[in-house]
Every structure is written in C-alpha cells, then in structure tokens.
C-alpha cells in the first residue's frame, strides 16, 4: 500500500467514524429527550421525580393502573426506549469499532449500514428485556407494589431488589459478561460473522452479555423509580464507567457491597418495624 493509499484508507475510516458516531450521538439524544418529556406517559420525567418521595414511605396500596393494550404498549416503548438511552453510550466502543473492521471486510461499500444492523441486533436484546419488565410492572402494580410514581411502595421489596442488584454483581456470570463487554475487539475476534445476518447476530449475541452484566441493575429502577430522572441518568453513568474505565470492575464489586448492606440495612428496618 503507497503512502497516498494509506492517506485515502484513512480518511475513509474518519469519514465512517464520523458518520457512525453522529448516528449515534442522534440516538441517544432522542432517546433521552424522549424520556425527559415523558415517553408518552402523560407527565415529564422531571415532573415525576420532583413528586417521588422514598421507597415505602407511603406504607400503603395503591390503586392500579388501567392497563389496556395501548398502555402496555407505552410502558414496553418507554422501556426499550429508557434501555436505549443508559445502554447505547457504553456501546460506543464496540460499535465504532465494528465500523472500522467491516470497512475493512467490505472496501467500496457502507460500512456503517451493517453498524446499523450490529445497533438493531444489540437493540433487540434489550427489547425482549422490556417486554419481561412491562410485564414485571404490571404484576407489582397489580399487587399493590408500586406506586403511582412506578416506584416500590414496600422496604421488604425494595431490600431485596438492593440486596439480590448487589449479590449480582459480585457473581461469576457478571463477571464473565463485563469482561466480553469491556473487550470489544476480542468479541469481534472471536465472534465475527460475514453478512447482514451475521452482523444482526453478532449485535444480538453482544446485546446479551450487556444484559446479563447489567439486567439487575436495571432492576434498580423500581426501586428509586422507573421514570427518576436522577435514577436513569445514574444508573447510566454507573455503567459506562463499569464498562471503559480501567478499574471498572473493581468499581462493580464495591457497588455491589454498598448495595447488598443497603438492602440488609432495609430488611433490618423493616423487620424492626414490624
């Protein structure tokens, strides 16, 4: 390769990266203008975090939503939606990257349509997430376990859900699902499929590590609310760090200790009370 081909590749690789990236930056902050306003619940975020108090303070059950279809539909979008806005930053790496080695496959062509279809395939394991969360939402609700402002109205739920997010965290299965997620291009190494199908795998496949690492975590939101503004943009910051900085795993086992005494020192409380 001459020095004037080595210049052109180069600068095909910024221009991907470019693109790829301001996809991305795009998404994300629909995403979360979208949650901001409400994602079609009828009240911003803003609004339901100023009026949520703590979990269990109201000691009371509350009246059920009406769930319908039509609800259940916006409960599933806000959801995959929310799931979208804290996952996608920490997917940054792994999909810039891929840009970079599918141009590399695929001189000539656009790369960032296949990071499209890797962003779709890594999307659709956190759609099927939403899904069991909606339908967990509507369970609790209808059991009198959250509030009208989609947060835990009983400290024995919320204990637990500290304690089972904190025991998550120092397991084996985390482990092993944060290193596959902090290790982009061994991923790509040993997990590369030619195609668009074979992208939409890999996405997928990537997708599901992220989950496994992240899933209680995510569990955390009916805990200090499903639409806590200071939960989400938390609970997001938490695990981008988890998954770039150097020390984020020992990050994630002390997170995990801080919130399994959390959830101790809440059934304690609890029980007390009792």
């Not at 009026?51 to 509350?62: F, L």
């Not at 975590?217 to 609310?225: A, R, S, V």
């Not at 998954?243 to 959830?263: D, E, N, Q, S």
Request: with cysteine; glycine share 14%.
């Amino acid at each position: 390769m001459t020095v004037t081909d080595t210049t052109i590749l180069e600068g095909v690789l910024r221009r991907d990266r470019m693109i790829v990236g301001a996809a991305l930056v795009g998404v994300i902050a629909i995403a979360w203008i979208w949650i901001v306003i409400g994602a079609g619940t009828g009240m911003s975020t803003v609004g339901m975090t100023r009026r949520s108090g703590m979990p269990g303070m109201t000691g009371m059950m509350m009246e059920p939503a009406a769930w319908t279809l039509a609800y259940a539909a916006v409960m599933f979008v806000m959801w995959w939606v929310m799931m979208a806005a804290m996952m996608l930053p920490g997917a940054a790496p792994i999909l810039l990257l891929f840009a970079r080695v599918n141009r590399a496959e695929k001189a000539g062509n656009r790369p960032f349509v296949g990071t499209g279809i890797f962003a779709a395939g890594y999307l659709a394991a956190w759609g099927g997430f939403s899904m069991l969360t909606t339908g967990l939402q509507w369970g609790l609700e209808q059991l009198g376990l959250l509030s009208s402002m989609m947060m835990t109205t009983s400290y024995w739920l919320g204990g637990a859900i500290l304690i089972a997010a904190g025991v998550w965290q120092l397991t084996p299965v985390k482990a092993v699902c944060l290193r596959h997620c902090r290790s982009p291009l061994s991923f790509l190494t040993q997990s590369w499929r030619h195609g668009r199908l074979g992208a939409f795998s890999m996405g997928l496949e990537h997708g599901t590590y992220c989950l496994g690492c992240c899933w209680f975590l995510m569990g955390l939101l009916f805990f200090g609310g499903i639409m806590n503004l200071f939960w989400i943009a938390g609970l997001a910051g938490f695990i981008l760090l988890e998954k770039t900085i150097p020390m984020g795993h020992w990050l994630g086992r002390v997170a995990g200790i801080a919130l399994a005494a959390w959830g101790a020192v809440m059934l304690a409380s609890a029980m007390g009370s009792s």
